[in-house]
């Protein structure tokens, strides 16, 4: 049994490696905003319960989300193992998950920042349909124009330099704690997530090795 979790800030491939990684090891990949979406979606009482404060424009309670996480660990599909993907993201959802299912490795997505700048700056999206780009890796065939409807793309607010570096602060302030914690108990690793997708695959797989 695996029982994993990787951190790392917005931009650094944890969604890419977590779906491969999973897949090949046999264990559940999870990721809380799925699930979350999905509880929603059928209208369990915990997802009409968080849809309230969805509605309200809070965030979701712990509680909540921790339930919701309880039930997947507890399932079949889960017995092998889980991958979780960018949960925990604070130090109480972290000593909760540790009286949920204890874990053996926690991956840490070391990046470095200018890395992550010219990924997350260079998103482009469609108003029209909703597809992303990136300049870089997934440009459109015709520069500024949605394939799929020729729809000039925008750059969301959130995307831009000035936000996506708050946004890393934030996250940084955040997990720094986190980091401490699971160092203390000798699970954390840290992988060097700069570099291209199969590089850092095979970092990944010596790091849980
Ligand atoms: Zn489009």
Do not use: W
């Not at 997350?120 to 394939?147: E, F, I, S, W």
């Not at 020729?150 to 940084?172: C, F, K, M």
């Not at 980091?179 to 010596?206: H, S, W």
Request: charged fraction near 25%; aromatic fraction near 4%.
């Amino acid at each position: 049994v695996q029982r994993l979790v990787f951190l790392g800030p917005p931009g650094a491939g944890k969604g890419t490696q977590a779906a491969a990684l999973a897949q090949v090891l046999g264990i559940k990949h999870l990721s809380t905003g799925e699930i979350l979406r999905s509880h929603v979606a059928a209208g369990t009482p915990l997802g009409r319960e968080a849809e309230g404060f969805m509605t309200a424009g809070q965030l979701v309670p712990d509680r909540l989300v921790l339930a919701m996480l309880e039930a997947e660990l507890r399932a079949p599909a889960a017995s092998a193992g889980f991958l979780l993907d960018g949960f925990p993201r604070t130090l109480a959802q972290a000593e909760a998950l540790d009286g949920l299912a204890p874990l053996d490795r926690v991956i840490f997505f070391d990046i470095g920042e200018g890395t992550l700048l010219e990924r997350l700056t260079q998103r482009r999206h469609c108003p029209q349909c909703g597809l992303v780009y990136n300049l870089v890796t997934k440009p459109p065939a015709t520069p500024g124009r949605c394939d799929q409807d020729g729809t000039p793309l925008v750059q969301r607010s959130d995307d831009r330099e000035d936000a996506v570096r708050t946004r890393l602060r934030v996250y940084q302030e955040q997990t720094a704690p986190l980091l401490e914690f699971y160092t203390r108990q000798g699970r954390l690793r840290r992988l060097d997530a700069n570099g291209p997708v199969e590089v850092v695959a095979t970092r990944l797989r010596a790091a849980l090795g």
